[in-house]
Protein backbone atom coordinates (compact mmCIF):
# COMPACT_ATOMS: atom_id res chain seq x y z
CA UNK A 1 0.00 0.00 0.00
CA UNK A 2 1.35 3.48 -0.80
CA UNK A 3 0.93 6.96 0.33
CA UNK A 4 -0.62 7.77 3.79
CA UNK A 5 -2.96 5.74 5.47
CA UNK A 6 -5.26 6.33 8.97
CA UNK A 7 -7.35 3.42 10.74
CA UNK A 8 -9.86 4.06 11.97
CA UNK A 9 -11.74 6.01 9.57
CA UNK A 10 -14.72 6.62 11.25
CA UNK A 11 -14.71 6.22 15.50
CA UNK A 12 -17.78 6.74 17.98
CA UNK A 13 -16.58 7.01 21.80
CA UNK A 14 -18.26 7.87 25.34
CA UNK A 15 -15.90 10.82 27.39
CA UNK A 16 -14.77 7.64 29.64
CA UNK A 17 -13.35 5.77 26.82
CA UNK A 18 -9.63 5.38 25.63
CA UNK A 19 -8.78 5.15 22.48
CA UNK A 20 -6.09 5.49 19.66
CA UNK A 21 -6.07 6.83 16.13
CA UNK A 22 -3.34 4.82 13.94
CA UNK A 23 -1.40 6.79 11.05
CA UNK A 24 1.11 5.33 8.55
CA UNK A 25 3.28 6.32 5.74
CA UNK A 26 4.86 3.93 3.22
CA UNK A 27 6.50 7.14 1.72
CA UNK A 28 10.25 6.93 3.81
CA UNK A 29 9.73 10.08 4.97
CA UNK A 30 11.11 11.78 8.04
CA UNK A 31 8.44 13.94 9.29
CA UNK A 32 4.55 13.24 10.79
CA UNK A 33 1.90 15.72 11.84
CA UNK A 34 -1.19 15.50 13.37
CA UNK A 35 -4.22 18.01 12.49
CA UNK A 36 -7.46 18.59 13.80
CA UNK A 37 -10.27 19.96 11.31
CA UNK A 38 -13.27 21.21 13.02
CA UNK A 39 -16.61 21.64 11.50
CA UNK A 40 -16.32 25.37 9.32
CA UNK A 41 -12.55 25.88 11.29
CA UNK A 42 -9.21 25.78 9.61
CA UNK A 43 -7.02 22.84 9.77
CA UNK A 44 -5.37 23.31 13.37
CA UNK A 45 -2.19 21.75 14.08
CA UNK A 46 -1.36 19.53 16.97
CA UNK A 47 1.48 17.99 17.07
CA UNK A 48 4.81 17.42 14.54
CA UNK A 49 6.96 14.74 14.90
CA UNK A 50 10.92 15.06 13.00
CA UNK A 51 13.04 11.48 13.06
CA UNK A 52 10.79 10.31 16.02
CA UNK A 53 11.54 13.18 18.03
CA UNK A 54 8.67 15.51 19.21
CA UNK A 55 9.34 18.93 17.72
CA UNK A 56 6.33 21.08 17.93
CA UNK A 57 3.07 20.41 20.73
CA UNK A 58 0.46 23.68 19.86
CA UNK A 59 -1.20 23.91 23.17
CA UNK A 60 -3.00 20.54 22.61
CA UNK A 61 -4.97 19.26 26.24
CA UNK A 62 -2.90 16.05 27.57
CA UNK A 63 -5.92 14.35 27.04
CA UNK A 64 -4.52 14.13 23.72
CA UNK A 65 -1.25 11.97 23.99
CA UNK A 66 1.07 10.86 20.76
CA UNK A 67 3.20 8.55 20.00
CA UNK A 68 5.91 7.86 17.01
CA UNK A 69 7.56 4.73 17.69
CA UNK A 70 9.22 5.18 14.32
CA UNK A 71 9.36 7.00 11.13
CA UNK A 72 6.43 5.38 9.36
CA UNK A 73 3.96 4.86 12.26
CA UNK A 74 2.22 7.86 14.49
CA UNK A 75 -0.54 7.12 16.97
CA UNK A 76 -2.58 9.67 18.57
CA UNK A 77 -3.85 8.37 22.11
CA UNK A 78 -7.58 9.48 23.25
CA UNK A 79 -8.53 9.20 26.88
CA UNK A 80 -11.50 11.34 28.30
CA UNK A 81 -12.19 13.29 25.62
CA UNK A 82 -14.98 15.77 25.32
CA UNK A 83 -17.95 16.16 22.96
CA UNK A 84 -16.31 19.23 21.62
CA UNK A 85 -13.01 17.16 20.49
CA UNK A 86 -15.45 15.65 17.70
CA UNK A 87 -13.97 16.39 14.34
CA UNK A 88 -11.48 15.11 11.81
CA UNK A 89 -8.49 14.28 12.24
CA UNK A 90 -5.77 14.12 9.34
CA UNK A 91 -2.47 12.83 9.79
CA UNK A 92 0.41 14.26 7.47
CA UNK A 93 4.11 13.67 6.57
CA UNK A 94 6.69 15.97 4.76
CA UNK A 95 10.07 14.49 3.82
CA UNK A 96 11.41 16.95 6.45
CA UNK A 97 9.97 19.34 8.96
CA UNK A 98 12.75 21.88 7.57
CA UNK A 99 11.96 20.96 4.13
CA UNK A 100 9.66 22.10 1.05
CA UNK A 101 6.14 22.68 2.17
CA UNK A 102 4.44 21.25 -1.11
CA UNK A 103 5.99 17.44 0.31
CA UNK A 104 3.36 17.18 2.87
CA UNK A 105 0.69 14.25 2.00
CA UNK A 106 -1.90 13.90 4.20
CA UNK A 107 -3.98 10.97 5.15
CA UNK A 108 -8.00 10.33 4.64
CA UNK A 109 -8.89 11.15 8.02
CA UNK A 110 -10.64 9.40 11.03
CA UNK A 111 -13.70 11.19 11.73
CA UNK A 112 -14.66 11.14 15.40
CA UNK A 113 -17.27 11.79 17.16
CA UNK A 114 -17.72 11.40 21.18
CA UNK A 115 -20.64 11.26 22.65
CA UNK B 1 -6.13 35.36 16.01
CA UNK B 2 -7.11 33.77 12.26
CA UNK B 3 -3.77 34.11 10.35
CA UNK B 4 -5.11 32.91 7.13
CA UNK B 5 -8.77 33.19 6.02
CA UNK B 6 -10.94 32.35 3.22
CA UNK B 7 -14.20 34.11 3.78
CA UNK B 8 -16.67 32.57 0.91
CA UNK B 9 -17.34 28.59 2.75
CA UNK B 10 -19.00 28.04 -0.70
CA UNK B 11 -18.82 29.08 -4.59
CA UNK B 12 -21.09 27.62 -7.71
CA UNK B 13 -19.78 27.82 -10.73
CA UNK B 14 -21.38 26.78 -14.23
CA UNK B 15 -18.58 24.43 -16.41
CA UNK B 16 -16.51 26.10 -18.74
CA UNK B 17 -16.73 29.11 -17.00
CA UNK B 18 -13.73 30.48 -14.46
CA UNK B 19 -13.92 29.71 -10.76
CA UNK B 20 -12.29 32.46 -8.17
CA UNK B 21 -11.70 31.22 -5.03
CA UNK B 22 -9.94 33.80 -2.28
CA UNK B 23 -7.57 33.90 0.80
CA UNK B 24 -6.55 36.81 3.13
CA UNK B 25 -3.89 36.41 5.21
CA UNK B 26 -2.59 38.43 8.00
CA UNK B 27 0.57 37.21 9.06
CA UNK B 28 3.49 39.42 6.78
CA UNK B 29 6.07 36.44 7.84
CA UNK B 30 4.67 34.29 5.27
CA UNK B 31 7.17 33.56 2.60
CA UNK B 32 5.25 30.61 1.01
CA UNK B 33 1.72 29.77 -0.01
CA UNK B 34 -0.29 27.13 -1.31
CA UNK B 35 -3.48 25.62 -2.25
CA UNK B 36 -4.82 22.41 -1.25
CA UNK B 37 -8.08 20.27 -2.45
CA UNK B 38 -10.06 17.87 -0.79
CA UNK B 39 -12.58 15.27 -2.25
CA UNK B 40 -15.07 13.70 0.21
CA UNK B 41 -13.48 10.82 2.18
CA UNK B 42 -10.24 11.84 1.37
CA UNK B 43 -7.12 13.98 2.59
CA UNK B 44 -5.68 17.26 1.06
CA UNK B 45 -3.88 17.16 -1.48
CA UNK B 46 -1.20 19.89 -2.91
CA UNK B 47 -2.54 21.79 -6.10
CA UNK B 48 -0.10 24.74 -6.72
CA UNK B 49 2.00 27.06 -4.33
CA UNK B 50 3.67 30.65 -4.83
CA UNK B 51 6.69 32.16 -3.40
CA UNK B 52 6.21 35.59 -2.04
CA UNK B 53 8.78 37.14 -4.81
CA UNK B 54 6.58 35.88 -7.61
CA UNK B 55 3.07 37.33 -7.52
CA UNK B 56 1.98 34.73 -10.54
CA UNK B 57 1.96 30.87 -10.80
CA UNK B 58 0.43 29.28 -13.56
CA UNK B 59 -0.45 25.35 -13.76
CA UNK B 60 -2.91 23.80 -16.81
CA UNK B 61 -5.73 24.82 -15.65
CA UNK B 62 -4.92 26.83 -12.13
CA UNK B 63 -3.36 30.13 -11.84
CA UNK B 64 -2.73 31.45 -8.20
CA UNK B 65 -1.95 35.18 -7.88
CA UNK B 66 -0.43 36.75 -4.79
CA UNK B 67 -0.92 40.41 -3.78
CA UNK B 68 1.16 40.77 -0.93
CA UNK B 69 -0.05 44.44 -0.50
CA UNK B 70 -3.62 43.48 -0.03
CA UNK B 71 -2.76 40.32 1.68
CA UNK B 72 -4.59 39.03 -0.44
CA UNK B 73 -3.71 35.47 -2.91
CA UNK B 74 -6.56 34.06 -5.30
CA UNK B 75 -6.55 30.65 -6.80
CA UNK B 76 -8.27 31.19 -10.92
CA UNK B 77 -9.57 27.76 -12.21
CA UNK B 78 -10.10 27.32 -16.43
CA UNK B 79 -12.22 26.60 -17.88
CA UNK B 80 -13.97 24.94 -14.39
CA UNK B 81 -15.00 20.94 -14.58
CA UNK B 82 -17.43 19.15 -12.73
CA UNK B 83 -14.32 16.92 -11.67
CA UNK B 84 -12.92 20.61 -9.75
CA UNK B 85 -15.65 20.43 -7.10
CA UNK B 86 -14.15 19.74 -3.88
CA UNK B 87 -12.94 21.73 -1.13
CA UNK B 88 -10.14 24.02 -1.55
CA UNK B 89 -7.77 24.72 1.51
CA UNK B 90 -5.67 28.10 1.32
CA UNK B 91 -2.28 27.79 3.30
CA UNK B 92 0.52 30.36 4.34
CA UNK B 93 3.90 29.18 5.31
CA UNK B 94 6.25 31.18 8.32
CA UNK B 95 9.35 31.96 6.79
CA UNK B 96 11.92 29.46 7.63
CA UNK B 97 9.56 27.08 8.99
CA UNK B 98 9.83 24.42 6.34
CA UNK B 99 6.67 22.31 6.26
CA UNK B 100 5.14 24.14 8.40
CA UNK B 101 1.38 25.21 7.38
CA UNK B 102 -1.11 27.77 8.71
CA UNK B 103 -4.64 26.76 7.02
CA UNK B 104 -7.99 28.90 5.84
CA UNK B 105 -11.28 27.22 6.99
CA UNK B 106 -11.58 26.03 3.11
CA UNK B 107 -14.05 26.99 0.38
CA UNK B 108 -16.72 24.58 -1.51
CA UNK B 109 -16.18 24.74 -5.15
CA UNK B 110 -19.11 23.09 -6.73
CA UNK B 111 -18.75 22.93 -10.74
CA UNK B 112 -22.67 22.14 -12.79
CA UNK B 113 -22.36 20.13 -15.33
Known amino acids: ETGVTQTPRHLVMGMTNKKSLKCEQHLGHNAMYWYKQSAKKPLELMFVYSLEERVENNSVPSRFSPECPNSSHLFLHLHTLQPEDSALYLCASSQDYTGAPETQYFGPGTRLLVL | DQQVKQNSPSLSVQEGRISILNCDYT??????FLWYKKYPAEGPTFLISISSIKDKNEDGRFTVFLNKSAKHLSLHIVPSQPGDSAVYFC????????????FGEGTQLTVNP
Open chain 2, 91 to 102: AGRPETSGSRLT
Open chain 2, 27 to 32: NSMFDY
